[in-house]
């Protein structure tokens, strides 16, 4: 259930920050599902970005 809020909470905020695109309707936020598949793709990375130890 954690995993779920937080998954939520985050995109709540990325929502808010504008970085994904959304329609309000009343005091709703409705996300595409392209939209999501953009954000996704335009934030993916290959490989390790961390140091090996």
Do not use: C
Request: cysteine-free; proline content about 2%; glycine content about 8%.
């Amino acid at each position: 259930m954690t995993a779920t809020l937080s998954l939520y909470s985050s995109l709540w905020q990325l929502v808010r920050g504008g970085e994904i695109d959304h329609v309000e309707i009343g005091s709703r936020r409705y996300d595409s599902r392209e939209a999501l598949k953009s954000f996704i793709e335009a934030n993916t990375r290959r490989g390790s970005h961390y140091p090996h130890r």
